[in-house]
């Protein structure tokens, strides 16, 4: 298999009436809410919940129970998914987070964040459970990965084009109904160079979105023989050198991440060729903007007088302060505020948050997608099917490592990226068990 598009039989429907358009063309205007328009951008009325993401997937939620409440009575229930399974696990744990919050005295301004926090927690899920369940094909999978990478070409075209020129450009942008952040910078600047975030908040958001994004990027030069050697690889040069010039230690660790997830479902051959066109790429960059290099050996170099780096080290005695006060279900989603303490790292702000229950679960979720999309690669017909399943794993497990490194969830597009990619990773799985066992199809939403 080579350049052919991906088939499965179609799942039974929930119903016919949302047909056109289906889900992954819902999907699709969803990845235009979130990448095209600024991630800084929200509606004033609505406060911190009022992220257009975020009020799409909250609209997305209530669509996927509007057709899941329709269709219990026609259809058995949904097959069990780790993936799936977790997800609704850590959504317990925030609600449990959130009783426990209300139940203690609690800052007036605590009660405020812990409410958005549940607001965003429906956004993600709404987003998540629409795209596990309502995927209705490998085909229309593959279609929505393809989107992606578009998005990931553009966002990463922007962010050289600041690199380059020192300007944001999308700071000129004036969107009717919606205002910008007081403490929005799309560019920033470090050891002397431009640190380029193309439309996210912050350079780490942008670094981890075209981590999610480059391994899919990557599936396709390799196996899409469809399209002319410029098509296919294209977007990988243009996403890599985004991730390299945007001056983050994280982008780099993502980038690697991505280059080694697919590197077992290659020939010794191609992997020796892929090894060799990432040292000429590298070559490239040091030959054009030598700086870039120097600036990022010395921020792996000097780790331990970095102030974020020192800032995170820092954090560990006041999260043990925390946790040993709420060790199960924590002090509340979205309640520990960034004035008490900059923890820099999503997995210790969960445990914080959501206590023991909340971190293993959200960290579950991660787990169980890489080793989903793993196991269903190998239950894949063709070539492509199990580059795919690679492309997921690896998307996943760069968004989760870079987790690690900021506060993912605070930012609209890191967040939506992280659970729409769960959700392609859960329907993944679903989709690629029918070719399988031949056991019947679970239903979507269409």
Not at 114 to 126: E, H, Y
């Amino acid at each position: 298999m080579s350049g052919t598009r991906l088939s499965a039989p179609r799942s039974r429907s929930f119903s016919t009436r949302l047909a056109p358009p289906d889900t992954v063309t819902l999907l699709i205007v969803y990845l235009v809410v979130l990448y095209v328009i600024p991630s800084d951008r929200s509606i004033a009325a609505l406060g911190a919940a009022g992220s257009l993401s975020v009020v799409f997937g909250c609209g997305v939620l209530v669509v996927w129970g509007y057709f899941i409440i329709n269709s219990s009575a026609k259809h058995a229930p949904l097959r069990p998914n780790p993936v799936r399974v977790l997800q609704t696990v850590f959504i317990v744990a925030v609600l449990a987070s959130y009783v426990v919050a209300m139940t203690r005295a609690i800052p007036f301004n605590e009660i405020s964040t812990a409410d958005t926090g549940l607001i965003r927690t429906a956004a993600w899920a709404g987003i998540f459970f629409i795209t596990a369940d309502g995927i209705g094909s490998l085909d229309r999978l593959e279609i929505l990965l393809r989107r992606m990478v578009i998005a990931g070409t553009a966002i990463a075209t922007l962010g050289i084009a600041q690199f380059a020129t020192g300007l944001s450009f999308v700071d000129i942008i004036t969107i009717p109904g919606l205002v910008q952040s007081d403490t929005y910078a799309s560019i920033t600047s470090r050891g002397g160079l431009v640190r380029s975030a193309g439309t996210s908040t912050h350079p780490l958001e942008y670094g981890l979105v075209l981590t999610i994004i480059f391994p899919l990027a990557l599936c396709f030069a390799l196996r899409d023989s469809s399209r002319n050697v410029i098509r296919r690889w294209l977007p990988i040069v243009v996403i890599a050198l985004g991730m390299t010039l945007a001056g983050s230690r994280s982008a780099i660790i993502g980038l690697v991440i991505g280059g080694l997830a697919m590197t077992p479902v290659l020939s010794r051959r191609g992997q020796a060729w892929f090894a060799a066109v990432a040292v000429i790429f590298a070559g490239i960059i040091y030959i054009a903007a030598p700086r870039v290099f120097n600036n990022l050996r010395y921020l792996f170099v000097s780790t331990g007088d970095d102030p974020s780096s020192v800032s995170r080290t820092g954090s560990l005695g006041v999260v043990s302060d925390f946790v040993t006060r709420n060790p199960l279900f924590g002090r509340g989603f979205g309640t520990f505020q960034p004035q008490y303490q900059i923890l820099d790292n999503q997995y210790l702000l969960v445990l914080v948050e959501t206590g023991l229950f909340g971190a293993l679960s959200f960290l579950g979720i991660s787990i169980a997608a890489i080793v989903c999309s793993t196991i269903a690669a190998r239950r894949a017909k063709t070539p492509l099917e199990r580059n795919i399943g690679a492309a997921l794993a690896g998307a996943v497990a760069g968004g989760a490592v870079l987790m690690t490194f900021f506060d993912g969830l605070s930012f609209p597009q890191a967040a939506g990226s992280l659970f729409l990619v769960l959700g392609i990773a859960a329907a993944y799985w679903r989709l690629e068990r029918p070719a399988f066992d031949g056991a019947a199809s679970a239903p979507v939403i269409r």
